[in-house]
């Protein structure tokens, strides 16, 4: 019975203490107040440079207003992806018509263009829905040829360790991510925790028959443009924010800030939901420009850095960023 009670007990401590935040009005009302932040305001950290707003990346003035001049020189932006996430459609993670999505998706990149250096990454998160012909990830393909300066660098793919299907389709466990840049950027070579094994690929090296275990300037492989090595969040990692519901693995942030950018530069991110980017720039002393639409992923992008400086914990795990009201 004690053995039962105990394994009653961690199953509740480890209820995430707060529901998605996007579709529930009722906790959304109560957490209202607590926002620091109302739409067009910005929150500028003292310390390290950040900035954070509550803007409208379609809006020309609102991202003039984030940037005061500044520039940027790598972009990581993961807006919605027009999907019903989670089967349920909501104002923050939406699914509107293919056309409305497309101007949606043009306004917020022309704003990017707008604040870019001339060498920038540019890199997009973005999904497909195959219950609806796979859309946007063609209609965002061809979008980005309207923009001649961005120049396609890859097409990556992030592994999931979990994923979701049904016993009549395959499981999906993929994530979608697309490089583009302008002008010639900073890139440096980053390589995986996971070790080399495989022996082949010969080649003469000055008359010498080599294979590429002998030839590699190191034991690990490189991560290339298919990422296996990542974990989803979910509530049993460190870094999970609970209440956002479309949070990126902060390795994969930190993985991108490290190849394509220097300390001391600026990282933009206009779609700042759990934060995420934010804490890997402060990881890497990058200073991040990030936004968001809704006050109160704003108000939890801040809560996240602040209980990173205290605590040095990405995340919150499975209690609540609102300690404030106890939310089960």
């Known amino acids: 019975m004690a053995v039962m009670n105990r394994e009653k007990d961690y199953r509740k401590s480890t209820i995430e203490r707060l529901n998605r935040l996007d579709t529930n009005p009722e906790i959304r009302q109560k957490y209202s107040d607590l926002c620091r932040l109302t739409p067009g305001e910005i929150w500028r950290d003292k310390k390290n440079g950040h900035r954070v707003g509550v803007l409208d990346a379609t809006k020309h003035t609102d991202i003039e207003k984030l940037f005061s001049g500044d520039t940027s020189s790598c972009f990581i932006n993961d807006p919605p992806y027009n999907v019903a996430v989670g089967k349920s459609n909501s104002k923050m993670l939406f699914k509107i018509g293919l ?3 497309i101007d949606f998706s043009r306004g917020w990149i022309t704003n990017t263009q707008s604040v ?41 793919t992030l592994r999931n360790q979990r994923g979701y299907g049904t016993q009549k389709n395959w499981m999906w466990i993929r994530q979608e991510l697309l490089h583009y840049t302008t002008g010639n950027p900073f890139f440096k070579v980053q390589y995986t925790d996971i070790p080399k094994v495989l022996k082949g690929y010969y080649k003469t090296v000055k008359g010498k028959r080599t294979e590429n275990l002998e030839r590699s300037k190191s034991d690990y492989i490189r991560p290339g443009n298919v990422w296996i090595d990542i974990q989803q969040v979910f509530y049993r990692m460190k870094e999970n924010v609970p209440g956002c519901y479309a949070q990126k693995p902060l390795k994969a ?76």
Not at 135 to 141: E, F, H, N, V
Not at 288 to 314: C, G, M
Request: charged fraction near 30%.
């Open 253 to 328: 942030i930190e993985r991108i800030i490290h190849t394509s950018s220097r300390e001391g530069d600026i990282i933009a991110d206009f779609f700042a939901h759990s934060g995420t980017t934010l804490i890997a720039g402060e990881m890497h002393k990058r200073k991040v420009y990030t936004s968001d639409i809704d006050p109160l992923y704003a108000e939890i992008t801040i809560r996240r850095l602040e209980h990173f400086r205290k605590t040095r914990e990405p995340g919150w795990q499975w209690n609540s960023p609102f300690p404030e009201i106890d939310e089960i």
């Open 116 to 156: 870019m250096s001339r060498d920038t990454h540019f890199y997009l998160w973005i999904g497909a829905d195959y219950k609806d012909n796979f859309q946007p990830l063609p209609d965002i393909m061809l979008l980005l040829r309207e923009f001649p300066n961005l120049v396609p660098r890859n097409y990556i």
């Open 99 to 101: 056309n409305d999505y």
